[in-house]
């Protein structure tokens, strides 16, 4: 997004970019995980890339590969550190003439190790999760999915190569990327499949994964200002991802037809 589908990069923006990311940093590393902390760094950010010239949703994609995945080091397990914090702060307030004071210090751990012992990344997805997929998805899909038909003129070499190249990347790109880039790092050693997980499931993901919606018609605005180049975009996308879930369904019912009677039949 930021090498092609910009008017040329101011790097001036990537000072505040950097100011925002180092606080983000130090927050990070004084062990504050309240989320509303992270408002401000997380605004310069995103101010600093939209600066750049660049989309400012790439500050989301900085930010997010910042979130930790694992959660604060703790000594012990954090549903351990629970179950001794929650003993202790009963046991203090179950003492006679308890001075109330004296539990702010021992809930300040119980709410430290109830909140580790879920992972920050884990964290900010489930309090993402219902704005996205409830109000921020349905809102871009309503405001950008319209296909005008009337505008599209497929009689014509431009628009008409445009629909193609996109129904083709999402139909066979997308599993020819899945499953040949997994297919390379395995026999390269250097993963292996999960356990249960066979080729035909590989397959079948990266068929699904040909239903583009939301990111394709989010990189077709960026990349066409033609309204009929972008029509023609659109109308790739709708048909491509009409094919590959077909195709994936299609594909997913055979799979599971052949596991089932590849399985011995139990004796009676």
């Keep these: 997004i930021a090498i092609f589908y910009s ?4 790097y001036a923006g990537f000072g505040v970019a950097i100011i925002g990311i180092l606080l983000v940093v130090g927050l990070q590393k004084i062990g504050v995980g309240s989320a509303y902390a992270y408002v401000i760094p997380g605004a310069i950010t995103w101010l600093g890339v939209l600066m750049t010239g660049a989309h400012p949703t790439l500050a989301g994609v900085v930010l997010g590969l910042m979130t930790p995945v694992r959660s604060a080091p703790m000594g012990e397990r954090p549903v351990d550190a629970v179950k001794r ?3 202790d702060l009963f046991g203090s307030a179950k003492a006679p003439e308890q001075d109330s004071s004296n539990l702010i210090d021992p809930l300040k751990r119980l709410r430290f190790a109830q909140r580790e012992m879920v992972p920050p ?6 309090a ?3 704005w996205v997929a409830f109000v921020i998805m349905p809102l871009f899909a309503l405001a950008n999915a319209g296909v005008g038909l009337s505008g599209v003129d497929l009689s014509s070499q431009g628009p008409y190569h445009v629909m193609l190249a996109v129904t083709l990347a999402l139909v066979l790109g997308k599993p020819l990327g899945i499953v040949g880039i997994s297919w390379l790092m395995v026999r390269l050693g250097w993963c292996e499949l ?3 997980v066979t080729w035909s499931g590989i397959t079948l993901i ?12 989010f990189i077709a605005n960026l990349a066409f200002v033609d309204p009929g180049a972008l029509g023609a ?3 790739g996308i709708l048909t491509g991802s009409l094919i590959a879930a077909t195709v994936g369904l299609l594909w997913g019912a055979v799979s599971v037809r052949k596991a089932a009677s ?6 009676s």
Excluded: C, E, W, Y
């Excluded at 008017?7 to 101011?10: A, H, R, T």
């Excluded at 990344?121 to 489930?126: D, E, L, P």
């Excluded at 990266?206 to 018609?217: D, K």
């Design 121 to 126: 990344v884990v964290r900010v997805q489930s």
């Design 262 to 267: 590849a399985k011995p039949l139990n004796a």
């Design 206 to 217: 990266g068929l699904l994964a040909g239903i583009g919606f939301t990111m394709s018609i």
């Design 128 to 130: 993402l999760h219902p």
């Design 194 to 196: 999960p356990k249960g």
């Design 85 to 87: 914090f929650s003993n």
């Design 233 to 235: 975009a659109k109308l």
């Design 7 to 10: 008017g040329g990069l101011d």
